[in-house]
């Protein structure tokens, strides 16, 4: 079965620093993975996707950046963090469309990562 | 750009009625997917339910059903039989047929199941 971790679960950053946040999945090959970002109280946004390793699409200008080094690993990162970055980080997955059907368009999220900017 | 509206920002109901919840989106598309998620306080976004935009019948996953309505665009949550569990931040997302199967949120709906 698949599964999808993220780490750290919990992240205290002064303004300014660097971020590094990680997500892998397990049991899947050639996903489409996702950061979404989730402010409190408030729904999801989507920041990046990516349909393959190297193939990061940005849906929103920001100082922040991802990249997938191997095929089921995603990493969100900035180097100087805003207070403004202060959230509930999301990755997900899913299956291209065409691989598998029925059952497997839905996104899968991970545990998600908190993140507090001081 | 497809939108997602979620009108009501809190509701709560008493154990063991039925509540539901308002989703209505904005597309183009003819050939889409519209889900429900649940995020309980664990923050874990869980699939509730789906529905592809090319299937009349509404999807129903055991107390969980749809309405969903094409032409008017709207996709509504039933719970029935509410359970203290079903406490929750509920999502709409809409995902449109493409290959990149990215999703777009409504801005959610608490729900709070009263004892």
């Known amino acids: 079965s698949q599964t999808i971790h993220q780490w750290p679960a919990t992240l205290v950053q002064p303004v300014g620093s660097p971020l590094s946040l990680e997500c892998t999945v397990e049991g899947t090959s050639n996903p489409n993975l996702y950061w979404y970002r989730q402010a409190a109280g408030r729904g999801l946004q989507l920041l990046f996707y990516?349909?393959?390793?190297?193939?990061i699409s940005s849906e929103v200008p920001q100082n922040l950046s991802a990249s997938r080094p191997q095929d089921r690993q995603f990493i969100l990162s900035s180097k100087k963090l805003l207070l403004s970055d202060s959230g509930f980080y999301l990755c997900?997955?899913?299956?291209?469309?065409?691989?598998?059907?029925?059952?497997?368009?839905?996104?899968?999220f991970g545990p998600g990562t908190r993140l507090t900017v001081l | 750009a497809q939108t997602v509206t979620q009108s009501q920002p809190e509701m709560s109901v008493q154990e063991a009625e039925t509540v539901t919840l308002s989703c209505t989106y904005d597309t183009s598309e003819n050939n889409y997917y519209l889900f429900w998620y649940k995020q309980p306080p664990s923050r874990q976004m869980i699939l509730v339910i789906r529905q592809e935009a090319y299937k009349q019948q509404n999807a129903t996953e055991n107390r969980f059903s749809v309405n969903f309505q094409k032409a008017a665009k709207s996709f509504s949550l039933k719970i029935s039989d509410s359970q203290l569990g079903d406490t929750a931040m509920y999502f709409c997302a809409f995902m449109k047929h493409s290959p990149n199967n990215d999703m777009r949120f409504g801005a959610g709906t608490r729900l709070t199941v009263k004892p």
């Open positions: 990516s349909v393959g390793i190297g193939q």
């Open positions: 997900a997955w899913s299956l291209t469309l065409g691989l598998a059907g029925g059952s497997y368009n839905e996104q899968f």
